[in-house]
Nanobody, 119 residues
Framework: QVQLVESGGGSVQAGGSLRLSCAAS?????????MAWFRQAAGKEREGVAF???????RYADSVKGRFTISKDNAKANLYLQMNSLEPEDTAMYYC????????????WGQGTQVTVSS
């Protein structure tokens, strides 16, 4: 099993920044996992925001490209999401997710951390 615990959410005004963290643990977790941040706004479907693979290659949803940066610290088994120039549309519950890279779907999820951006 892999456990994921997010932190760093909060309330911020539009244009502000937040940094989310995700601590991974568990005997099956290793640096070769693919990891991602997803978000789900009230009344909307969950969407993938940012992805990072085992060698550090990243990709982003168009809505956050240029504003969000995903990174990981393999030594600490931590995943991060730096969010800049936040917009009210970024308001959502943010979830950390992990999977063995060969797997198609993410099978490990954190409990989520709330991000609220006011105009």
């Amino acid at each position: 099993q892999v456990q994921l615990v997010e932190s760093g959410g909060g309330s911020v005004q539009a244009g502000g920044s937040l940094r989310l963290s995700c601590a991974a643990s568990g005997y099956t977790y290793n640096r070769y996992y693919c990891m991602a941040w997803f978000r789900q706004a009230a009344g909307k479907e969950r969407e993938g925001v940012a992805f990072i693979d085992s060698v550090g290659s990243t990709r982003y949803a168009d809505s956050v490209k240029g504003r969000f940066t995903i990174s990981k610290d393999n030594a600490k088994a931590n995943l991060y999401l730096q969010m800049n120039s936040l917009e009210p549309e970024d308001t959502a519950m943010y979830y950390c997710a992990a999977k063995p890279c060969l797997r198609s779907d993410y099978n490990y999820w954190g409990q989520g951390t709330q991000v609220t951006v006011s105009s």
